[in-house]
């Protein structure tokens, strides 16, 4: 069984920061690309960033300058720092990654993290 199971979200003041992490467990083979999604009420899920198993990185354009997405390939994780958080970064967060596990070549999600940026 895969799982990707994402923590760190929460209430946060406008200006202020949040680190949002997602570990991959199970009966992996390898991880390709991972990357962070969200989903503001009565929106469409979409991308916020995405990292190859190389470092390489691309972010929307909302996001670009003030989070940044890194992994520990040692840990299956990948993390989302954020900063200058503000109103319109809340949304549930979601992990994904493409990987390789017994069950062959898989996308998986996580079951999303609320950040919520309010005053």
């Known amino acids: 069984q895969v799982q990707l199971v994402e923590s760190g979200g929460g209430l946060v003041q406008p200006g202020g920061s949040l680190r949002l992490s997602c570990a991959a467990s199970g009966s992996i083979v390898s991880i390709f690309d991972m990357g962070w999604y969200r989903q503001a009420p009565g929106k469409e899920r979409e991308l916020v960033a995405v990292?190859?198993?190389?470092?390489?990185?691309n972010y929307a354009d909302s996001p670009k300058g003030r989070f940044t997405i890194s992994r520990d390939n040692a840990k299956n994780t990948v993390y989302l720092q954020m900063n200058s958080l503000k109103a319109e970064d809340t949304a549930i967060y979601y992990c994904?990654?493409?990987?390789?596990?017994?069950?062959?070549?898989?996308?998986?999600w996580g079951q999303g993290t609320q950040v919520t940026v309010s005053s």
């Open positions: 994904n990654a493409d990987m390789r596990t017994g069950l062959g070549y898989v996308n998986y």
């Open positions: 990292i190859t198993s190389g470092g390489i990185t």
